[in-house]
């Protein structure tokens, strides 16, 4: 299949590669000030691409790498954390280390795996001191996010922690509120639970983790049916 031409382009401009063209053939400056526009069309490969080569916040200028997610092409389920750690920042992939192992087993307890979900956060680059996202930060990365969630189709997604339902759910509300309901983002069922970090520190809660990773199962079930 041809590539469009602002495909190829913006995927040769993310490579670092640069393409010349007459004045009178070359398109006007486009404005990618909204993360939407400048990933709204991309196909998987040019959205990694453009990922791995964003500038658009200043993480940018101290990360080891991105970290654009990990998992299935075609999953059922995606889960989406809040931003990379040091580890993550280091090996490029989201939730490794503790939180990682326990997360596996999490997906492990209701037949899924790293493999057969797809895992991602709502910031590709990490924040320095592991602190919490800016809000300029996650509406840079917001559009990639979004990109990622129409390509893959998921039946359900899982919001891992508070930030992660914050920013996707645009609510402040605790996150012990907000779990035992399916919510949605766009036509998609939502729900949340509380991030594995939280779990290790406070494991009588896991539990409640359970229940949530059961109801997200019921609702995955039902929209298949």
Not at 44 to 68: E, G, K, N, Y
Not at 82 to 95: I, L, M
Not at 106 to 134: H, T, W, Y
Not at 175 to 203: C, D
């Amino acid at each position: 299949m041809i590539q469009p031409e602002h495909q190829r382009r913006a995927y040769l401009d993310a490579l670092g590669i640069d393409v010349w063209l007459p004045r009178d053939q070359a398109d006007p400056e486009p404005d990618v000030s909204d993360a939407t526009i400048a990933s709204g069309d991309m196909d998987w490969d040019t959205l990694r691409a453009t990922i791995a080569a964003c500038t658009r916040c200043p993480l940018h200028q101290s990360r080891t790498q991105t970290v654009f997610g990990v998992g299935s092409a075609d999953p059922d389920w995606m889960i989406i954390g809040e931003a990379p750690g040091a580890e993550e920042d280091r090996r490029g992939e989201p939730f490794v280390g503790r939180s990682g192992k326990l997360l596996d087993e999490m997906l492990r307890a209701i037949g899924q795996s790293r493999d057969s979900v797809f895992i991602a956060n709502i910031l590709k680059c990490r924040p320095p001191n592991n602190r919490d996202p800016e809000p300029e930060e996650s509406a840079e990365c917001r559009g990639y996010l979004e990109r990622q969630i129409e390509l893959l189709r998921p039946k359900i997604i899982l919001a891992v922690g508070r930030i992660a339902a914050h920013l996707l759910l645009d609510t402040d509300t605790p996150v012990g509120q907000l779990r035992g309901s399916v919510h949605k983002l766009g036509n998609t069922p939502l729900v949340v639970t509380y991030h594995p970090a939280y779990l290790l520190r406070s494991p009588s809660q896991k539990r409640k983790a359970w229940d949530d990773l059961c109801l997200a199962e019921r609702v995955m079930l039902e929209a298949s049916a």
